[in-house]
């Protein structure tokens, strides 16, 4: 009992359990774990209880010879199971070797599959879905900038198959979070800015008030600020007191495109809060 105990059977031990398992680790890397792991948690009791013996230096290489073989042999057998589309297999030995060896190249390699599916299921358009995929992938690599950029996707190709803008626009503004220099989503959100704006100044009647005008121009503000973050918002008060003319003269020279589209319609959101006010 006493010689079970000690640092020479403990190296002993993990080598004898290291070399067997690394035998079998290619051809059956599922069985060969357990050993393996059993090898590793022998080696660190080892190294921890006798920090001081002369073995140690001995162990250091069998513990990062393990770490090796594992990680080799696991990424190869996740392969070959993603490969024959048993994607949550090859998830599931990729964790199994994660918990033998805590290597940043594994939960890399886990994101990567996770991403993988996140992207099959988004062309499928199973946002909800693939937003799963891509948030499982960022709780084993939180800086995957293609897990960020997937999880964005979702919100904005699930914003843009919506055609109320009241529901779009906050699935646009989350997909913004994700994936904050994307210019389709600032773009897709300055739009439905727009056409929630669009909405309000058409269904204005006599009797409506100048909050309503106020709601519109918040709306399209925020929707050229996306489109020209250097644009003074403060300055654009002048256009209430345009006539048509003017405002013409002012754009003639612009392209034709949505920014051109969202500053006419905040022209006619200012002049509509002029009239209602009188002044």
């Not at 800086?143 to 996707?153: F, K, S």
Request: aromatic share 8%.
């Amino acid at each position: 009992k006493d010689m079970r105990n000690s640092i020479e059977h403990k190296f002993l031990y993990a080598l004898a359990l290291s070399q067997k398992s690394m035998e079998f680790l290619q051809n059956n890397p599922i069985d060969s774990l357990k050993e393996l792991s059993m090898a590793k948690r022998t080696i660190t009791d080892a190294v921890n209880f006798h920090k001081d013996h002369v073995l140690k230096p001995l162990l250091e290489p069998v513990s990062e010879m393990v770490d090796k073989e594992v990680i080799s042999a696991c990424k190869k057998e996740a392969k070959k199971l993603k490969d024959s589309d048993k994607i949550d297999d090859a998830i599931d030995i990729l964790k199994k070797a994660l918990e033998i060896v805590d290597a940043t190249s594994l939960k890399q390699h886990i994101a990567v599959i996770y991403c993988d599916r996140g992207t099959q299921k988004l062309n499928n358009k199973k946002f909800s879905a693939a937003r799963k995929d891509f948030e499982k992938a960022l709780s084993y690599d939180l800086d995957n900038m293609r897990a960020n950029q997937g999880i964005g996707t979702t919100y904005n190709n699930e914003g843009v198959a919506t055609s109320n803008e009241s529901k779009a626009i906050p699935l646009f503004e989350k997909a913004l979070k994700y994936d904050p220099n994307s210019e389709v989503i600032k773009n897709n959100l300055a739009g439905a800015y727009n056409g929630k704006a669009v909405r309000i100044l058409n269904n204005l009647t006599q009797y409506s008030r100048s909050s309503a005008c106020d709601s519109a121009i918040n709306l399209l503000s925020k929707g050229l600020k996306l489109l020209n973050p250097s644009l003074e918002l403060n300055k654009l008060d002048f256009l209430a007191h345009y006539e048509e003319w003017q405002f013409n003269d002012l754009v003639n020279e612009w392209a034709d495109n949505q920014y051109k589209t969202i500053m006419h319609n905040i022209w006619i959101a200012y002049r509509n809060r002029k009239n209602i006010r009188g002044y």
